[in-house]
Protein backbone atom coordinates (compact mmCIF):
# COMPACT_ATOMS: atom_id res chain seq x y z
CA UNK A 1 0.00 0.00 0.00
CA UNK A 2 1.13 3.70 -0.68
CA UNK A 3 2.17 5.46 2.23
CA UNK A 4 3.43 9.18 1.74
CA UNK A 5 6.68 10.21 2.72
CA UNK A 6 6.97 12.29 6.06
CA UNK A 7 8.56 11.82 9.68
CA UNK A 8 7.06 13.14 13.11
CA UNK A 9 8.94 15.78 14.92
CA UNK A 10 9.12 15.87 18.31
CA UNK A 11 7.76 19.50 17.93
CA UNK A 12 4.68 17.56 16.25
CA UNK A 13 3.78 15.46 18.98
CA UNK A 14 3.80 18.26 21.13
CA UNK A 15 1.71 20.27 19.28
CA UNK A 16 -0.94 17.12 19.13
CA UNK A 17 -0.83 17.01 22.49
CA UNK A 18 -1.58 20.66 23.23
CA UNK A 19 -4.30 20.98 20.28
CA UNK A 20 -5.84 18.10 22.21
CA UNK A 21 -5.61 19.93 25.69
CA UNK A 22 -7.47 23.36 23.85
CA UNK A 23 -9.76 21.11 22.13
CA UNK A 24 -10.92 19.37 25.45
CA UNK A 25 -11.16 23.05 26.83
CA UNK A 26 -13.06 24.44 24.38
CA UNK A 27 -15.76 21.31 24.52
CA UNK A 28 -16.25 22.10 28.31
CA UNK A 29 -16.58 25.75 27.50
CA UNK A 30 -19.45 24.95 24.53
CA UNK A 31 -23.06 23.84 25.14
CA UNK A 32 -23.15 20.53 23.52
CA UNK A 33 -26.55 20.67 22.04
CA UNK A 34 -24.68 23.31 19.41
CA UNK A 35 -22.49 20.78 18.05
CA UNK A 36 -24.75 19.25 15.87
CA UNK A 37 -23.20 19.26 12.49
CA UNK A 38 -23.76 17.87 9.51
CA UNK A 39 -20.96 17.32 6.56
CA UNK A 40 -21.75 18.35 3.19
CA UNK A 41 -18.98 16.18 2.04
CA UNK A 42 -17.15 12.34 3.36
CA UNK A 43 -13.85 13.14 3.69
CA UNK A 44 -12.97 9.06 2.81
CA UNK A 45 -14.78 9.38 -0.68
CA UNK A 46 -12.15 10.19 -3.29
CA UNK A 47 -16.20 11.06 -5.30
CA UNK A 48 -17.06 13.58 -2.93
CA UNK A 49 -13.84 15.79 -3.62
CA UNK A 50 -14.47 16.09 -7.27
CA UNK A 51 -18.24 17.26 -6.29
CA UNK A 52 -16.45 19.84 -3.90
CA UNK A 53 -14.15 20.85 -6.56
CA UNK A 54 -16.71 21.69 -8.80
CA UNK A 55 -19.41 23.69 -5.81
CA UNK A 56 -16.07 25.13 -4.74
CA UNK A 57 -14.89 26.09 -8.43
CA UNK A 58 -18.38 27.41 -8.63
CA UNK A 59 -17.95 26.97 -12.61
CA UNK A 60 -15.29 29.44 -13.00
CA UNK A 61 -12.77 27.54 -15.14
CA UNK A 62 -12.61 24.33 -17.45
CA UNK A 63 -12.70 21.31 -16.19
CA UNK A 64 -13.91 21.59 -12.29
CA UNK A 65 -14.32 18.31 -10.71
CA UNK A 66 -12.25 16.61 -12.94
CA UNK A 67 -8.85 15.45 -12.80
CA UNK A 68 -6.43 17.23 -14.95
CA UNK A 69 -5.63 15.25 -18.02
CA UNK A 70 -1.61 16.72 -18.89
CA UNK A 71 -0.46 13.91 -16.21
CA UNK A 72 -2.25 10.26 -16.91
CA UNK A 73 -0.61 8.99 -13.09
CA UNK A 74 -2.70 11.64 -11.35
CA UNK A 75 -5.94 9.49 -11.05
CA UNK A 76 -3.55 6.50 -9.72
CA UNK A 77 -1.96 9.09 -7.24
CA UNK A 78 -5.57 9.99 -5.70
CA UNK A 79 -6.68 6.71 -5.73
CA UNK A 80 -3.96 5.23 -3.45
CA UNK A 81 -3.61 8.82 -1.49
CA UNK A 82 -7.51 8.39 -0.52
CA UNK A 83 -6.55 4.51 -0.12
CA UNK A 84 -4.06 5.81 2.80
CA UNK A 85 -6.02 8.34 4.02
CA UNK A 86 -8.83 4.98 4.91
CA UNK A 87 -6.28 2.68 6.40
CA UNK A 88 -3.95 4.70 8.32
CA UNK A 89 -3.27 4.63 11.81
CA UNK A 90 -2.07 7.95 12.58
CA UNK A 91 -3.33 10.75 14.34
CA UNK A 92 -6.04 12.42 12.76
CA UNK A 93 -4.36 15.84 13.37
CA UNK A 94 -1.05 14.69 11.37
CA UNK A 95 -3.36 12.31 9.11
CA UNK A 96 -5.39 15.37 7.64
CA UNK A 97 -2.15 17.33 8.03
CA UNK A 98 -0.51 14.76 5.35
CA UNK A 99 -3.34 14.45 3.36
CA UNK A 100 -3.48 18.34 2.83
CA UNK A 101 0.21 18.74 1.74
CA UNK A 102 0.21 15.45 -0.83
CA UNK A 103 -3.20 17.06 -2.31
CA UNK A 104 -1.60 20.19 -3.18
CA UNK A 105 1.93 18.06 -4.23
CA UNK A 106 -0.22 15.88 -6.62
CA UNK A 107 -1.41 19.01 -7.96
CA UNK A 108 -4.83 17.15 -9.40
CA UNK A 109 -7.07 20.06 -10.70
CA UNK A 110 -5.76 22.11 -12.61
CA UNK A 111 -6.91 25.57 -10.03
CA UNK A 112 -8.06 25.69 -6.56
CA UNK A 113 -5.60 22.73 -5.05
CA UNK A 114 -4.71 24.95 -2.25
CA UNK A 115 -7.91 25.88 -0.60
CA UNK A 116 -9.91 22.37 -1.31
CA UNK A 117 -6.33 21.14 0.42
CA UNK A 118 -7.49 23.56 3.32
CA UNK A 119 -11.30 22.75 3.29
CA UNK A 120 -10.86 19.00 2.79
CA UNK A 121 -8.38 18.94 6.13
CA UNK A 122 -11.24 20.90 7.81
CA UNK A 123 -13.84 18.39 7.44
CA UNK A 124 -11.59 15.45 8.57
CA UNK A 125 -10.76 17.58 11.93
CA UNK A 126 -14.60 18.26 12.01
CA UNK A 127 -15.32 14.38 11.77
CA UNK A 128 -12.81 13.93 14.01
CA UNK A 129 -14.16 16.46 16.79
CA UNK A 130 -17.32 18.28 15.86
CA UNK A 131 -16.46 21.15 18.32
CA UNK A 132 -14.25 22.26 15.60
CA UNK A 133 -17.51 22.36 13.40
CA UNK A 134 -17.45 26.63 12.11
CA UNK A 135 -13.58 27.52 13.52
CA UNK A 136 -12.00 29.99 10.69
CA UNK A 137 -9.26 27.36 8.96
CA UNK A 138 -9.37 29.20 5.87
CA UNK A 139 -7.65 32.12 8.36
CA UNK A 140 -4.26 29.88 7.82
CA UNK A 141 -3.84 31.03 4.33
CA UNK A 142 -4.92 34.45 4.19
CA UNK A 143 -3.08 35.43 7.66
CA UNK A 144 0.07 33.07 6.35
CA UNK A 145 0.10 33.50 3.12
CA UNK A 146 3.45 33.59 2.63
CA UNK A 147 4.49 31.43 4.97
CA UNK A 148 2.37 28.36 3.13
CA UNK A 149 3.57 29.22 0.28
CA UNK A 150 6.96 28.81 1.51
CA UNK A 151 7.10 26.02 3.37
CA UNK A 152 5.28 24.29 0.38
CA UNK A 153 8.63 25.19 -1.23
CA UNK A 154 10.96 23.73 0.79
CA UNK A 155 13.86 21.46 1.14
CA UNK A 156 13.32 17.85 0.07
CA UNK A 157 9.84 15.91 0.17
CA UNK A 158 10.86 14.48 3.99
CA UNK A 159 11.82 17.86 5.32
CA UNK A 160 8.67 19.56 3.61
CA UNK A 161 6.46 17.47 4.66
CA UNK A 162 7.44 17.77 8.34
CA UNK A 163 7.83 20.92 7.96
CA UNK A 164 4.29 21.58 6.51
CA UNK A 165 2.58 19.71 9.53
CA UNK A 166 4.30 21.74 11.85
CA UNK A 167 3.21 24.79 10.34
CA UNK A 168 -0.42 23.94 10.13
CA UNK A 169 -0.59 22.28 13.18
CA UNK A 170 1.02 25.66 14.84
CA UNK A 171 -1.97 27.89 12.80
CA UNK A 172 -4.36 25.32 14.12
CA UNK A 173 -3.30 25.50 17.89
CA UNK A 174 -3.69 29.46 17.30
CA UNK A 175 -6.97 29.20 16.30
CA UNK A 176 -8.40 27.04 18.89
CA UNK A 177 -6.65 29.17 21.65
CA UNK A 178 -8.19 32.02 20.34
CA UNK A 179 -11.76 30.00 20.11
CA UNK A 180 -11.08 29.34 23.83
CA UNK A 181 -10.55 32.94 24.78
CA UNK A 182 -13.67 34.03 23.61
CA UNK A 183 -15.52 31.34 24.74
CA UNK A 184 -13.73 32.67 28.07
CA UNK A 185 -14.59 36.42 27.34
CA UNK A 186 -18.23 35.89 26.87
CA UNK A 187 -18.62 33.43 29.95
CA UNK A 188 -17.44 36.21 32.10
CA UNK A 189 -19.34 39.11 30.20
CA UNK A 190 -22.94 36.96 31.01
CA UNK A 191 -22.08 35.78 34.26
CA UNK A 192 -21.41 39.45 35.39
CA UNK A 193 -24.55 40.36 33.91
CA UNK A 194 -26.40 37.60 35.91
CA UNK A 195 -25.18 38.94 38.62
CA UNK A 196 -25.59 42.14 38.11
CA UNK A 197 -29.82 41.17 37.71
CA UNK A 198 -29.27 39.14 40.66
CA UNK A 199 -28.25 41.54 42.75
CA UNK A 200 -31.29 44.27 40.90
CA UNK A 201 -33.86 41.94 42.13
CA UNK A 202 -33.26 41.02 45.20
CA UNK A 203 -31.87 44.40 46.64
CA UNK A 204 -34.24 46.79 45.14
CA UNK A 205 -32.25 49.41 47.04
CA UNK A 206 -29.55 48.73 45.32
CA UNK A 207 -31.03 48.56 41.86
CA UNK A 208 -28.60 49.88 39.04
CA UNK A 209 -25.59 48.10 41.41
CA UNK A 210 -22.89 46.47 39.05
CA UNK A 211 -20.70 43.70 39.25
CA UNK A 212 -17.69 43.93 37.34
CA UNK A 213 -14.82 42.06 36.75
CA UNK A 214 -11.05 44.21 36.94
CA UNK A 215 -9.10 43.66 33.73
CA UNK A 216 -6.47 41.61 36.02
CA UNK A 217 -9.78 39.33 37.01
CA UNK A 218 -10.55 38.85 33.78
CA UNK A 219 -7.29 38.29 32.78
CA UNK A 220 -6.79 35.87 34.95
CA UNK A 221 -10.05 33.62 34.47
CA UNK A 222 -8.83 33.47 31.04
CA UNK A 223 -5.63 31.91 32.15
CA UNK A 224 -7.33 29.74 34.46
CA UNK A 225 -9.75 28.72 32.20
CA UNK A 226 -7.25 27.82 29.33
CA UNK A 227 -4.96 25.91 31.45
CA UNK A 228 -6.82 25.11 34.97
CA UNK A 229 -3.37 23.92 36.00
CA UNK A 230 -1.50 26.95 35.74
CA UNK A 231 0.99 28.39 38.72
CA UNK A 232 1.19 31.33 40.61
CA UNK A 233 4.76 31.98 38.99
CA UNK A 234 3.66 31.67 35.47
CA UNK A 235 0.64 33.64 35.90
CA UNK A 236 2.69 36.43 37.64
CA UNK A 237 5.01 36.11 34.55
CA UNK A 238 2.09 36.63 32.59
CA UNK A 239 0.26 39.23 33.85
CA UNK A 240 3.34 40.72 34.59
CA UNK A 241 2.31 41.10 38.62
CA UNK A 242 3.74 40.10 42.15
CA UNK A 243 3.01 37.12 43.46
CA UNK A 244 1.13 38.86 46.17
CA UNK A 245 -0.65 40.60 43.88
CA UNK A 246 -2.07 37.11 42.11
CA UNK A 247 -2.63 35.41 44.91
CA UNK A 248 -4.87 38.69 45.88
CA UNK A 249 -7.17 38.86 42.70
CA UNK A 250 -7.46 35.06 42.98
CA UNK A 251 -8.98 35.52 46.50
CA UNK A 252 -10.96 38.36 45.27
CA UNK A 253 -12.43 36.20 42.59
CA UNK A 254 -12.71 32.85 44.68
CA UNK A 255 -14.90 35.41 47.27
CA UNK A 256 -17.39 36.12 44.26
CA UNK A 257 -17.91 32.37 43.56
CA UNK A 258 -16.34 32.91 39.99
CA UNK A 259 -13.25 30.44 40.35
CA UNK A 260 -12.51 27.92 42.82
CA UNK A 261 -9.60 25.52 43.86
CA UNK A 262 -9.70 21.92 43.13
CA UNK A 263 -7.44 19.27 45.11
CA UNK A 264 -4.22 20.25 46.99
CA UNK A 265 -2.69 23.70 46.62
CA UNK A 266 0.31 21.44 45.13
CA UNK A 267 -1.36 19.00 42.73
CA UNK A 268 -4.68 20.68 42.27
CA UNK A 269 -6.28 22.31 40.40
CA UNK A 270 -8.46 25.71 38.91
CA UNK A 271 -12.17 25.56 38.38
CA UNK A 272 -13.80 28.30 36.58
CA UNK A 273 -17.29 28.75 37.27
CA UNK A 274 -18.88 30.62 34.68
Given at each position: ????????????????SEISEQ????????????????????????????????????????????????????????????????????????????????????????????????????????????????????????????????????????????????????????????????????????????????????????????????????????????????????????????????????????????????????????????
Amino acid sequence: MFTPSYQISPEVLNLVSEISEQIGTLETLTNHSSMNYEAPYNPYQEDDLQRAHEKLSDGLSDGVGAYRRDDPRVPLHMSMLFDWLSHTDEHPLISSCIFHYELTSIHPFLEGNERLGLYWQSLLLVQWRPILAGLPFESIVVEHQQEYRRVLAYLSENAKTTHFIEFILRCLLDIIVREVKNKVENKVKNKSRGKVQENSDENTVNKGTEVQLSKSEQRIVKLLGADPRITIGILSQRLQLSEAGINKVLAALRKKGIIERVGANKNGSWKVNI
